[in-house]
């Protein structure tokens, strides 16, 4: 295999890349799923149509195939650079502290990552997977009513709850990734580069935030 996909500069910057695609896909998902507070039947069909339109249209799929490879990517290569870091850094040694060398995030990013991965196997078998192979119902303008199921799987506390706390851990990812993501890719001024950590702090609340509430919203208007 070349050097372009081998190499461990190539795998961060392959990290890079399909982690800023993925926050991406991100500002775009969030943007859909703001439909699901629209209150009534007319918020009902609107998503609905809107979840039509995301499963059908040529150009959206191509997107989502690229969207499920980088997600495949980004796991694959963030396990071996996790495995290549631990082998490399020095352990136990009375200087080496950590804690003082480095944020809490930026150490963690693996075990974030890993819980970020738990909740996209979680979340794709409770909506993607029964959009597309399940046999749903549809609304009253003769949609699959992909609606009908949000709403009942934020029913349960258990749900809002894995929800929330997995937009914390997507929170720290970001808080540490997206500055990061830049580095790597060769993005860093004097002028620019402090720019472009307060607008991943930035970014590291409000789209986790987002995506929080809405779990939080359908629980307290629908029970
Ligand atoms: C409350 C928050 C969320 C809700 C209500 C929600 C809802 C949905 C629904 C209804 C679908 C299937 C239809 C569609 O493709 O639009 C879907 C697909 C998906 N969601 Fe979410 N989502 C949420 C948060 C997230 C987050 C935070 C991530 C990533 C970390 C994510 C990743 C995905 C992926 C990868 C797909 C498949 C997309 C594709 O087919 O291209 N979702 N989501």
Known sequence: MSGLIKSSLAKKYWMAATGLFLCLFLVGHLAGNLQLFIPGEEGKIQFNEYAKFMTTNPIVRVLSIVTFASVLFHVIDGIILTVANKKARPQNYAYSKPSKNSIWTSRNMGVLGTIILAFIITHLS???????????????????????????????????????VSMVAIGFHLWHGFSSAFKTMGVSHKSYTPLIEKAGYAFSVIIPLGFALIPIYVFLTNS
């Open 126 to 164: 409770n909506f993607w997977y029964k959009m597309k192979f399940g046999s749903l119902p549809v609304d009253s303008a003769g949609y699959t009513d992909l609606h009908g199921v949000v709403m009942e799987a934020f029913q349960s506390p258990i749900y809002v709850i894995i929800y929330v």
